[in-house]
């Protein structure tokens, strides 16, 4: 780490110290408590490099799930899409900040896909990619289970022109076919999110399993 990176780490960690706000109390059964800094979560607000991010509940994929994503987060337009991303096979959704530099996309790829079959698409898709650019660095890979669905990511890292970027992809079956949901930005930056981003894919609802549970309450 050179001095000016060690230098804004401190000033991060004098912000945090300093601009904390008082802690939102929770009371349950007649018992106060603070929440820790350590116990937020995406759906207290979570701290990230001195500022607060709060999140909300989206419909996303042509409303077929709802996902926490972070509030200032909107979706690129097709002219800055067609410049960040210019093959024609970008995401159909691009979330972004407002830099441009910390993405969330969802893309259906056009392979039909079986719940159980994720990690196979996971592992062939990831395979392609490492033999398509050397410069890709497979990371860690799991699978979680979320809304019932089999939910399988892999991280990798991979150079680009301002430096290296830190990605999460993460695939399901969605009404038979392959949805790769997609997360990246620096690798300087990762530290600060990757938590919230595991939350957040933790967060999916398939919007036809509510609208059953529903109607079998009724």
Known sequence: ??????????????????????????????????IKPEERTIYT??????????????????????MMVPEEFTEMSEEQAKIKYPSEQRP???????????????????????NVEAEQVRDETIGMMCRLNPGIKKQESGVEIVSEKNVAY???????????????????????????????????????????????IRSIQILDQINKEGTADE
């Open 92 to 114: 159909e959704t691009i979330l972004t900040d407002d830099t441009t530099a910390i993405n969330l996309m969802f893309t259906y790829m056009d392979e039909k896909m079986d």
């Open 154 to 200: 892999v991280e990798f890292t991979n150079p680009v022109m301002d430096g290296k970027l830190f990605n999460i992809l993460s695939f399901m079956e969605l009404d038979g076919r392959t949805l790769m949901i997609s997360w990246n930005c620096l690798t300087k930056e990762i530290k600060y999110w990757k938590k919230a981003v595991y939350e957040m």
């Open 1 to 34: 780490m050179d001095k000016k990176d060690f230098l804004d780490e401190k000033i991060i960690e004098m912000m945090n110290e300093v601009e904390q706000p008082p802690m939102p109390v929770v009371e349950e059964a007649g018992v106060s408590e603070e």
């Open 45 to 66: 607000g979570i701290k990230i490099k001195g500022r607060w991010v709060y999140f909300e509940e989206r419909l996303l994929v042509e409303d077929k799930i709802m």
